[in-house]
T-cell receptor, first 115, second 115 residues
């Protein structure tokens, strides 16, 4: 069975600095997708970034980028130039491509950006 | 695109009452997911539909919970009778299978309080 682990329950970072959130997963499959979602205090779940496992290039979306290490089964999220609006809960999620479209979510990391 | 629409946004009810949560997925999406989020248990997948057919309801906690998807543009999650431990935020999400990497788009959630 697939599992997703986020080992940092809480983190904080100074505004304008860089922070990295970690995520590891376990699967025997070779083809899958990985996601980071952000949940601000408004509780809306917002897609931050997506990575296809067959792509070696790390995904990037503006200030957000990932470090995808397939062999190590690691998928960390780097936030550069942190902003107060980045304060949120961040969830890592895994989805197999084997016919079901279910996500396996991690337990989340609460990030606080300090002024 | 209006995104995933959920109603009501907030629901307060008394123990024993029937509660119905509603969801309108993004037009063209063929998969729909119901999640429950609590502090204790995090994000839990309750049930998901593909092409209006329930595929996996193993996350539905008990017979008091039921979900339907009568057509591609509407789904309901019903709790009857409701209990205080059902208090949570319920999210609906939709996706287009593995299109766009199977990305799920979430609604704003319904915060349910059972007194």
């Amino acid at each position: 069975a697939q599992t997703v682990t986020q080992s940092q329950p809480e983190m904080s970072v100074q505004e304008a600095e860089t922070v990295t959130l970690s995520c590891t997963y376990d699967t025997s499959e070779s083809n899958y997708y990985l996601f980071w979602y952000k949940q601000p205090p408004s509780r809306q779940m917002i897609l931050v970034i997506r990575q296809e496992a067959y792509k070696q290039q790390n995904a990037t979306e503006n200030r957000f980028s990932v470090n995808f290490q397939k062999a190590a089964k690691s998928f960390s999220l780097k936030i550069s130039d942190s902003q107060l609006g980045d304060t949120a809960m961040y969830f890592c999620a895994f989805m197999t491509t084997s016919g079901t479209y279910k996500y396996i979510f991690g337990t989340g990391t609460r990030l606080k950006v300090l002024a | 695109d209006a995104g995933v629409i959920q109603s009501p946004r907030h629901e307060v009810t008394e123990m024993g009452q029937e509660v119905t949560l509603r969801c309108k997925p993004i037009s063209g999406h063929n998969s729909l997911f119901w999640y429950r989020q609590t502090m204790m248990r995090g994000l839990e997948l309750l049930i998901y539909f593909n092409n209006n057919v329930p595929i996996d309801d193993s996350g539905m906690p008990e017979d008091r919970f039921s979900a339907k998807m009568p057509n591609a543009s509407f789904s309901t999650l019903k709790i009857q009778p409701s209990e205080p431990r059902d208090s949570a935020v319920y999210f609906c999400a939709s996706s287009f299978g593995t299109g766009v990497g199977g990305t799920q788009y979430f609604g704003p959630g319904t915060r349910l309080t059972v007194l």
